[in-house]
T-cell receptor, first 111, second 118 residues
Framework: AQSVSQHNHHVILSEAASLELGCNYSYGGTVNLFWYVQYPGQHLQLLLKYFSGDPLVKGIKGFEAEFIKSKFSFNLRKPSVQWSDTAEYFCAVGTNYQLIWGAGTKLIIKP | ETGVTQTPRHLVMGMTNKKSLKCEQHLGHNAMYWYKQSAKKPLELMFVYSLEERVENNSVPSRFSPECPNSSHLFLHLHTLQPEDSALYLC?????????????????FGEGSRLTVL
């Protein structure tokens, strides 16, 4: 079955640490890729997306993600996190038929 | 503020109650969705509406009944729910139906209705 795997349910980092959240998917066809973020008590919102072109995508608030087709991965990165990045992050993969979601990773940044 | 408003934000109900969740979008979008968000699980797509017509029903139990009276409003009627139905219910909208598969763009979500079934 098609699925999206986010490797960690919880990640705890200190401010200024570098961040990488993993996302792998199982689907052999063409995909569109998304990262959404849900800040505490707020709505889910789009962080960045990849449709085509440069596999390194830059999003809001200093986040970026790299699509590696051979690894079926779309990992999210940020070189230096801030306390305000505390949130839950969801990877989603569009397959032309459906949008498949990961289970989310809760990121906690210690001040 | 996303342009998608959900009420109530919190709801506690017994298994024999009947209640409804409401969603309103102010974005002029043509497609609206109900999702179920449970801890440590992927978002579950429940229903999809396009221009007030239901186009997808993902094997959701009949105790959940959606209604879309117009393209701006979406309801989820709840009846004789079970404790395992406790979750955050998210409403979302998109410009067109293709966005349900991520083809053309993003989904815009409301803040959700936190449902607790006792």
């Amino acid at each position: 079955a098609q699925s999206v795997s986010q490797h960690n349910h919880h990640v705890i980092l200190s401010e200024a640490a570098s961040l990488e959240l993993g996302c792998n998917y199982s689907y052999g066809g063409t995909v569109n890729l998304f990262w959404y973020v849900q800040y505490p008590g707020q709505h889910l919102q789009l962080l960045l997306k990849y449709f085509s072109g440069d596999p390194l995508v830059k999003g809001i608030k200093g986040f970026e993600a790299e699509f590696i087709k051979s690894k079926f991965s779309f990992n999210l990165r940020k070189p230096s996190v801030q306390w305000s990045d505390t949130a839950e992050y969801f990877c989603a993969v569009g397959t032309n038929y459906q949008l498949i979601w990961g289970a989310g990773t809760k990121l906690i940044i210690k001040p | 503020e996303t342009g998608v408003t959900q009420t109530p934000r919190h709801l506690v109900m017994g298994m024999t109650n009947k209640k409804s969740l409401k969603c309103e979008q102010h974005l002029g979008h043509n497609a609206m969705y109900w999702y179920k968000q449970s801890a440590k699980k992927p978002l579950e797509l429940m229903f999809v509406y396009s221009l007030e017509e239901r186009v997808e029903n993902n094997s959701v139990p009949s105790r959940f009944s959606p209604e879309c009276p117009n393209s701006s409003h979406l309801f989820l009627h709840l009846h004789t729910l079970q404790p395992e139905d406790s979750a955050l219910y998210l409403c979302a909208s998109s410009q067109d139906l293709a966005s349900r598969a991520g083809n053309t763009g993003e989904l815009f979500f409301g803040e959700g209705s936190r449902l607790t079934v006792l």
